[in-house]
């Protein structure tokens, strides 16, 4: 059973345009949320994270909101630029602490930015 | 370049054989974990490593074993593999302790059983 969703497998947005992606997840234990980009051949890389005391986290061109009573949260590109399509996956963490790497993955969204 | 090292690239391998992936990172990070990714799934975490020494099970460990002999390495085994474990293996590592260190993840492992 999936416990963080990905409803949008993809997503195509023009340049300079905002984009928005968007994650949902089940568990009410998850006490930290993340965002990781995944280029072809290449490992995910880490984007942007939020704790679940803030419902915003703010880092250049990327915003991640969390809104915890409908359990959701998005991710804001603004601008939009060609080199950021990539795969995007949300993910969760339910034990802080000793187990912090034990993180549940959506199954991701395909950005496309074109010019 | 510091980072996370995986071998081999990919692999075809024919089930029943036995299989080790390899995992060497040099941050000096006390935890590691495997992952796979599978089309449509997202990545899903087989082991993990808290530190040297020991080890414990992901969402699903079935199928595989892992070892932490030292700091740097985190090999996993597939001891008979079977077509179901076609994926692509992703080694991590992450700094545990108060603060939330997020994974680095090395470039993957594609495996095809046949």
């Known amino acids: 059973d999936q416990q963080v969703k990905q409803n949008s497998p993809s997503l195509s947005v023009q340049e300079g345009r905002i984009s928005i992606l968007n994650c949902d997840y089940t568990n009410s234990m998850f006490d930290y949320f993340l965002w990781y980009k995944k280029y072809p051949a290449e490992g995910p890389t880490f984007l942007i994270s939020?704790?679940?005391?803030?419902d915003k986290n703010e880092d250049g061109r990327f915003t991640v909101f969390l809104n915890k009573s409908a359990k959701h949260l998005s991710l804001h590109i603004v601008p939009s630029q060609p080199g950021d399509s990539a795969v995007y996956f949300c993910a969760a963490n339910v034990d802080r602490g000793s187990t912090l790497g034990r993180l549940y993955f959506g199954r991701g969204t395909q950005l496309t930015v074109w010019p | 370049i510091a980072g996370i090292t995986q071998a081999p690239t990919s692999q075809i391998l024919a089930a029943g054989r036995r299989m080790t992936l390899r995992c060497t990172q040099d941050m000096r990070h006390n935890a590691m974990y495997w992952y796979r990714q599978d089309l449509g799934l997202g990545l899903r975490l087989i082991h993990y490593?808290?530190?040297?020494?020991?080890?414990g099970k992901g969402e699903v460990p079935d199928g595989y074993s892992v070892s932490r002999a030292n700091t740097d390495d985190f090999p996993l085994t597939l001891a008979s593999a079977v077509p179901s474990q076609t994926s692509v293996y992703f080694c991590a590592s992450s700094q545990s302790g108060t603060e939330m260190s997020p994974l680095h993840f090395g470039n993957g492992t594609r495996l095809t059983v046949t």
């Open positions: 939020i704790s679940s005391i803030k």
């Open positions: 490593s808290n530190t040297a020494g020991t080890t």
